[in-house]
T-cell receptor
Framework: AQTVTQSQPEMSVQEAETVTLSCTYD???????LFWYKQPPSRQMILVIR??????QNATENRFSVNFQKAAKSFSLKISDSQLGDAAMYFC????????????FGTGTRLKVLA | DTEVTQTPKHLVMGMTNKKSLKCEQH?????MYWYKQKAKKPPELMFV???????INESVPSRFSPECPNSSLLNLHLHALQPEDSALYLC????????????????FGPGTRLLVL
């Protein structure tokens, strides 16, 4: 069964600093995709970054990067040069199980960015 | 165009009312999803349509009735709801509509905030 843990309900970061949000998951799959989504207050949920498990290289998207540790089933999100607009709920989405259409999300980490 | 639209943005209804939520996408996506999100919680999947066929019904009460008239439209019909059904209802779509561990990026709409009195 898919399981996911986001152990940090809330985090704060100073503007321009770096913060890392953690996510661990469980899966029996060997080839899969992982996702981080961002949901700003009263705004749409959007994809932040995606990691394909078969790729050795950690995904990066501008100031966002992941630290993917496949053996440890860990998928943390690093935000560099934090900006006020990064304040949001961040949800980790673990691998889907084989044959299912179902996505689940972690419990989320609320990120506050301090000016 | 990477937009998923949802109407209405807000809805207040009584427990005896019948109402519908609408979702639309014009990205040619073949999968569409309904999620329910309570405050400070992650979205919880309710229904998945893949190629206009209902692929997942997460044991949602029958007072929620989904409908997918075509590949671009997804409706959620509401009848005899309870106050605990008050939540943000999110629609999402994804490109291929395939199952399995190679998940796809989901594109979310802004949601309909529902209040049941």
């Amino acid at each position: 069964a898919q399981t996911v843990t986001q152990s940090q309900p809330e985090m704060s970061v100073q503007e321009a600093e770096t913060v890392t949000l953690s996510c661990t998951y469980d899966t029996s799959e060997s080839d899969y995709y992982l996702f981080w989504y961002k949901q700003p207050p009263s705004r749409q949920m959007i994809l932040v970054i995606r990691q394909e498990a078969y790729k050795q290289q950690n995904a990066t998207e501008n100031r966002f990067s992941v630290n993917f540790q496949k053996a440890a089933k860990s998928f943390s999100l690093k935000i560099s040069d934090s900006q006020l607009g990064d304040a949001a709920m961040y949800f980790c989405a673990p691998p889907r199980a084989s044959g299912t259409y179902k996505y689940i999300f972690g419990t989320g980490t609320r990120l506050k960015v301090l000016a | 165009d990477t937009e998923v639209t949802q109407t209405p943005k807000h809805l207040v209804m009584g427990m005896t009312n019948k109402k519908s939520l609408k979702c639309e996408q014009h990205m040619g996506h073949r999968a569409m999803y309904w999620y329910k999100q309570k405050a400070k919680k992650p979205p919880e999947l309710m229904f998945v349509y893949s190629y206009e066929k209902l692929s997942i019904n997460e044991s949602v009460p029958s007072r929620f009735s989904p409908e997918c008239p075509n590949s671009s439209l997804l409706n959620l019909h509401l009848h005899a709801l309870q106050p605990e059904d008050s939540a943000l209802y999110l629609c999402a779509s994804s490109q291929r509509g395939t199952s399995g561990s190679h998940g796809e990026t989901q594109y979310f709409g802004p949601g309909t905030r529902l209040l049941v009195l």
